[in-house]
């Protein structure tokens, strides 16, 4: 395995370990609630993470973050 793959490695268990760690309040607020209920509230969560990404993705390409403006 050469330096790079290390560093993606690392660099992808620190996101992973981020994005583990603000679940886990969500854990911890649902813990007691009935299964489906917890659902729901993950399911949220995924949808609001993903738009959230796309949001980001679009900033990203945006002229604006291009310098094209």
């Given amino acids: 395995m050469n330096d790079h793959d290390v560093k993606s490695i690392a660099l992808a268990d620190k996101i992973v370990s981020f994005a583990e760690d603000g679940a886990r309040s969500i854990d911890r607020a649902v813990s007691a609630w009935p299964d489906?209920?917890?659902?729901?509230?993950?399911?949220?969560?995924?949808?609001?993470?993903?738009?959230?990404?796309?949001e980001a993705r679009g900033v990203v390409g945006s002229p604006k973050q291009r310098g094209a403006e």
């Fill in 36 to 54: 489906e209920f917890k659902a729901i509230i993950w399911d949220a969560v995924a949808e609001i993470a993903k738009q959230r990404a796309a």
